[in-house]
Nanobody
């Protein structure tokens, strides 16, 4: 059974930084492309970023490009998302997903999420 557990969300001021983590289990992590998606209050899921199984290929939504960095540690079965220069519009629930589609969320299994709130 795929299990994904996100952590690291917090309340932060605009311009601040956070690092989100996602602990993965129940599948062969180093064979899986992974993604981060988010959901702002009252809105649908938004694809944020994805990374190939080996970590060499990374892709970002235009809204976060240059501010967010996705990475992974296959030895630790952990996915990361570094969030810099946060904006109020980055507020939302952030989910990691076992999914690898460039530019969209393909519906793969995802965790329960971690809340990021950016105050002005």
């Amino acid at each position: 059974e795929v299990q994904l557990v996100e952590s690291g969300g917090a309340l932060v001021q605009a311009g601040g930084s956070l690092t989100l983590s996602c602990a993965a289990s129940g599948f062969t992590f180093n064979y899986a492309g992974m993604a981060w998606v988010r959901q702002a209050p009252g809105k649908g899921l938004e694809w944020v970023s994805c990374i190939s199984s080996g970590g060499r290929e990374t892709y970002y939504a235009d809204s976060v490009k240059g501010r967010f960095t996705i990475s992974r540690d296959n030895a630790k079965n952990t996915l990361y998302l570094q969030l810099n220069s946060l904006k109020t519009e980055d507020t939302g629930m952030y989910y990691c997903a076992k999914d690898f589609y460039i530019g969209k969320y393909g519906g793969g299994p995802r965790g329960q999420g971690t809340q990021v709130t950016v105050s002005s």
